[in-house]
Structures are given as structure tokens and as C-alpha cells.
């Protein structure tokens, strides 16, 4: 058996901790554009398009691409639910904070889980759902829900609610990614990217980012670095790690964002948020690494 190349190792560990530091960003980014969530998503769409289609090219993994109809009718779809989930998130973060909405969002893989076993068939082990059911206990205390008891307005409740369903259409697009992008993932994240355009451009507000400014930045790099680098670095990253160390770090992400949060617009958690957040890490690590209750040992005859 051939052994992993350590060298090897240490350098997607390090692709994919840059991604989950850049990708932690992305509320920051969207908020600073300072345009709606259709005209942000447009253009997150119209920019990590260019990057795409650049590298896709330079790197020869476009070709034969038209010819692959069934690969490219499932993308489309999964790009229909990606891009409205994109659109929900930000429209969430808009209305409760960047903080709490990734907080909220970080439901998704339990709604894989959920989604597989309802539609698809995928028989779910019950120790999944169990951490699934912890999990979700945990979003639920993520969300504040003092802040909602108390009276936080009909605003900070469609923010959540936004942000739950944001995180129901990631969990669908990813499942029906995961399909059909073991082969060409580039590809995939590509005619997403187009996909968003082409359902984006009548209701985008064009007009509104005419004018030169520093917005241009942070649409700019919502597409380049979002759409963009970190999903040429996920993926490059994926194949060559461990699920175990996957998981691990995938907690980069939600930590970057709450310390941006905290660091850029002042928002701190209370302690009931922290309590959700120690659910939401433990659901995703008991799911992740196969947590599972040991079996009785069989009588001996």
C-alpha cells in the first residue's frame, strides 16, 4: 500500500486553511458592496464567471464540456438552488447580522443529511439524526432567542428564517453537487456561476454600481475570491485529506466570521449563543467522524 506523501499533506492543509480563512470573509464582503442581495449575488455570479472560465482554460478542464448534457442539466439545477441560497444569505445577514446568519447557516450539512434520506432515499444512520436533532437545537440557541423573546423585531426574525431556508437550498445544491462533480468540479462551480447570471440579470440593479467607488472592490472580490480561489482551493483540497481533518477546519470558517463581526461592526454573542454554537460543533463532529453508539457485545453460546 502507498503511503501518503506528508509533504503532500501539509500542503492541502494549508490550501484549505487559506480557503476557510477567505471564505469567512464573505459576509464582510457582501455587506460592504452595500447593494441589495439580487445585484450582490449578480455580480459574486458575473466575477467568479471570468475567474472560472479563465482558469478552466488556461488549465485545459473545459474541454469537451458541451458535449456532457447530462452533466451540465444537473448543474444548471444545482446552480437554480445555490444562487437562491446565496441570495437568501445575504438577505439574512442584512437583517440579523453576519455573525448569527453564519451561525444559522451552518445547518446545512444536517439538511444533506435530512434531504438524502427524504428524497433520495439515502437510509440515514440514527446516530446522524440524533446529532442532526443537537444540532439543530444548537442553531436555534445561535439564533438568540432572547433577542427574539424579547421583541427583536419582525426584521431579526425574517433573518433568521431567511437564513435557515438559505442554509435548506445550500444542503439540497450541495447534494445534488456532489452527484456529479467528483469528476469535473470546476466545471460545476462554473455553469453555476453562469447560471446565476442568466437568472440574476433582470432583477439586478445595474444601474445603482454605474458609478466608480470602492463598492467595485468588494463585488469584485465576492466573485474572484469566493466563487473563485476558494472553491479552486476546496477542491483541489478535498481529495487529498482526510474527512476527520475536513471537518476539523471547517470551523475556521464560522470563526473568522465572528471574530470579523466582533472586530469590524462591534457584535458580540451571548452566552446562550456560545452554548449553541458548542452544539452546532459537537452535531457536525459526531456526524463527521461517525460518532456512534458502541453495540452490546453478542452472548456467547
Partial sequence: MAHANPQHDRSAMLQLFIAEILIGSVGVFAHEGGQDPITTVFFRCVFGSVFLLVWGLARGQLRGVLRDRALLRAAVLSGVLLVLNWVALFA???????????????????????????????????????W??????GVALAADPLKLIAGGGPAYALGIALTFVAAIL???????????SRERPLVVVLVQCLTGVAMLAPFADIGAVAQPGP?????????????????????????????TTIAVMAFIYPVVTLLL????????????????????VLGTLGVNLKWRRPQAASACG
Fill in 92 to 130: 439574512g445577514m442584512a437583517r440579523s447580522s453576519i455573525g448569527v446568519a453564519t451561525l444559522v447557516y451552518h445547518f446545512f450539512p444536517f439538511a444533506m443529511i435530512v434531504i438524502a434520506a427524504v428524497f433520495f432515499g439515502e437510509r440515514a444512520h440514527a446516530a446522524d439524526l440524533g
Fill in 132 to 137: 442532526t436533532a443537537l444540532a439543530f437545537v
Fill in 170 to 180: 445550500c444542503g439540497a445544491s450541495l447534494l445534488l453537487s456532489r452527484r456529479i
Fill in 215 to 243: 463598492h467595485w472592490f468588494w463585488l469584485a472580490g465576492l466573485g474572484l475570491i469566493h466563487s473563485g480561489i476558494c472553491y479552486v482551493l476546496f477542491y483541489s483540497a478535498y481529495p487529498r485529506l482526510p474527512v
Fill in 261 to 280: 463581526d466582533y472586530g469590524l461592526y462591534g457584535r458580540t454573542l451571548r452566552p446562550v449563543q456560545l452554548a449553541g454554537i458548542a452544539l452546532i
